[in-house]
């Protein structure tokens, strides 16, 4: 059975050999300066999360699922996570629409959008079908060299 959560879809969407090594026990991000900075400022959430299903939502609101980063670098991950997020807990019979907050935005002003589920729900399938579809292969994908492998905690493995 395979294990899927948020922070799966997220690196899914932002880079599939990320995912897959992620997915694979091969973790590198211990290492990382950004993902530390990401947990410190999530840390400061910690008692307005919620575990559901395996999965920590930042905060739930009578209105919204919210889901919180650090920046605005990659938002189309952000909104797949957070939709996947909105997938749960409508499966659990409670509905919310979702609220992605970026507490940096390159020109220095925090953003909020909005999401409603159901208007994303056939995109998020097909985007778990992918998911499954790479996690069940014997193969990792190959290293893309793009801008945004520079601050990947993987850059490493990947090019050097």
């Given at each position: ?53 395996g999965i920590k939502i930042d905060k739930i ?38 609220k992605l907050v970026c507490l940096e935005k ?20 097909e985007i778990i079908r992918g998911f499954k ?28």
């Open positions: 059975m395979v294990r899927i959560n948020g922070t799966l879809i997220n690196y899914y969407v932002h880079c599939q050999r990320q995912c897959y090594l992620h997915y694979h026990r091969i973790n590198l991000e211990n290492d990382s300066e950004l993902v530390k900075i990401g947990k410190a400022l999530h840390s400061q959430n910690e008692d307005k999360e919620v575990a559901v299903e609101t009578n209105d919204y699922i919210v889901e919180m980063k650090k920046s605005d670098a990659d938002l189309e991950a952000a909104k797949y996570q957070l939709l996947y997020y909105l997938k749960v807990a409508k499966e659990k019979g409670f509905y919310r629409n979702g390159n020109n220095g002003n925090k953003t909020t959008t909005i999401y409603k589920y159901d208007e994303h729900q056939e995109e998020l399938e579809n790479l996690i069940e292969s014997d193969i990792c994908p190959k290293a893309r060299k793009e801008n945004k492998c520079k601050k990947c905690a993987y850059h490493n493995y990947c090019y050097i």
